[in-house]
């Protein structure tokens, strides 16, 4: 079992950054890959980027490629969302969870925080 909590979320104006946590419970934490996905009203929630187990393989969507930096630190249980150039279009919950896959799909991750609101204003 896998607990996640986000944090980090908040308002931003546009052009700025937030940097997004996932503090994880469990002693298995690493052997897990991470993902963040995010879901704005009235959407289906969507892929945003992953992290291999060990932090060598990084994956990210085509919209915050460039923007976005996925990254953990084993030792302290916990994934992080750097976003910069932050664009209305990202305004979202944003969620982390956790999958023995190093995966893009949302069926395959078996573990999810209770996500972070992220606001930006143009």
């Known amino acids: 079992q896998v607990q996640l909590v986000e944090s980090g979320g908040g308002l931003v104006q546009a052009g700025g950054s937030l940097r997004l946590s996932c503090a994880a419970s469990g002693r298995t934490f690493s052997s897990y890959t991470m993902g963040w996905f995010r879901q704005a009203p009235g959407k289906e929630r969507e892929f945003v980027a992953a992290?291999?187990?060990?932090?060598?393989?990084?994956y990210y969507a085509d919209s915050v490629k460039g923007r976005f930096t996925i990254s953990r630190d084993n030792a302290k249980n916990t994934v992080y969302l750097q976003m910069n150039s932050l664009k209305p279009e990202d305004t979202a919950v944003y969620y982390c969870a956790a999958s023995n896959l190093f995966t893009i799909a949302t069926f395959e991750y078996d573990y999810w925080g209770q996500g972070t609101q992220v606001t930006v204003s143009s």
């Open positions: 992290i291999s187990w060990s932090g060598g393989n990084t």
